[in-house]
Nanobody
Framework: QVHLVESGGDLVQAGGSLRLSCAVS????????MGWYRQAPGNDREFVAN???????RYRDSVKDRFTISRDNVRNTVYLQMNSVKQEDAAIYYC???????????WGRGTQVFVSS
């Protein structure tokens, strides 16, 4: 059984910073592509960032140069460092894992980010 557990969601002031974490129980964490998605009320879930097993990262345009995704293959954890947070970043953030070898994907339950003006 694979579990993804997010943490770090909080109320942050616009312009501030926040770091989200996702702890993953998977025997081959290092081989997974890990990602973050988000969903704001009334909106579809959208891609935020991901990082491959080769540490190649990719971002949606609106968070480039503000958010940084990283991974720790010893702690089986992926992070999302959010800087210069904006009102439009408020959402539930979901951790995602893709196992390309077995063709599976997994989701966490989400962590809520609130942004105050």
């Amino acid at each position: 059984q694979v579990h993804l557990v997010e943490s770090g969601g909080d109320l942050v002031q616009a312009g501030g910073s926040l770091r989200l974490s996702c702890a993953v129980s998977h025997s081959r964490f290092g081989g997974l592509t890990m990602g973050w998605y988000r969903q704001a009320p009334g909106n579809d879930r959208e891609f935020v960032a991901n990082i491959t097993s080769a540490n190649i990262d990719r971002y949606r345009d609106s968070v480039k140069d503000r958010f940084t995704i990283s991974r720790d293959n010893v702690r089986n954890t992926v992070y999302l460092q959010m800087n210069s947070v904006k009102q439009e970043d408020a959402a539930i953030y979901y951790c995602h894992a893709r196992d390309h070898e077995l063709g599976y994907q997994y989701w966490g339950r989400g962590t809520q980010v609130f942004v105050s003006s």
